[in-house]
């Protein structure tokens, strides 16, 4: 939800009732990483005061973006770096895929020596459409 890297007593206790308010039930169990803010601001919450508080390493988590950095929903992410607005990044990348299709090299079908030829005269032509003065 928020992830910050400090975070202080006061901003922990607004987090847990923002969670509270939108939960209608009371957890069982609240899980967090080790700052010490959450266990001050749990007990100033009297909903929390009794509910078990299990801490969990960051360092145990890094490890689920490198697996899912291949899958497919994540080149999607990757492509939309260096976009600032998402609906502008969508509508792009809608028009731009089924375009890309058509002129990107496919690799699997090529030798080694014929796509680095390829690949070469496709630089070559987009040096010259991004700086006509090359010619």
Same mark, same amino acid.
């Given at each position: 939800?928020?992830?910050? +890297?400090?975070?202080?007593?006061? /901003?922990?206790? !607004?987090?847990?009732? &923002?969670?509270?308010? *939108? ?28 509910? +078990?508080?299990?801490?969990?390493? /960051?360092?145990? !988590?890094?490890?689920? &973006?490198?697996?899912? *950095? ?66």
């Amino acid at each position: 939800m928020l992830l910050q +890297k400090c975070r202080d007593k006061a /901003a922990a206790k !607004r987090f847990f009732k &923002r969670v509270l308010a *939108s939960c209608p039930e009371v957890p069982h169990k609240i899980v967090t990483d080790q700052l010490r803010s959450y266990p001050a601001a749990k007990a100033d919450i009297p909903e929390l005061a009794n509910i +078990k508080h299990i801490f969990v390493k /960051a360092s145990a !988590r890094l490890n689920n &973006r490198a697996k899912n *950095s291949h899958q497919p929903t994540r080149e999607g992410e990757r492509r939309m770096r260096g976009f600032r607005d998402a609906n502008r990044t969508q509508a792009f990348l809608s028009s731009f895929g089924p375009i890309r299709q058509h002129l990107a090299l496919k690799r699997h079908l090529l030798r080694a020596p014929l796509y680095r030829k390829q690949l070469a005269a496709w630089h070559r032509f987009t040096e010259f459409t991004q700086n006509p003065s090359v010619f």
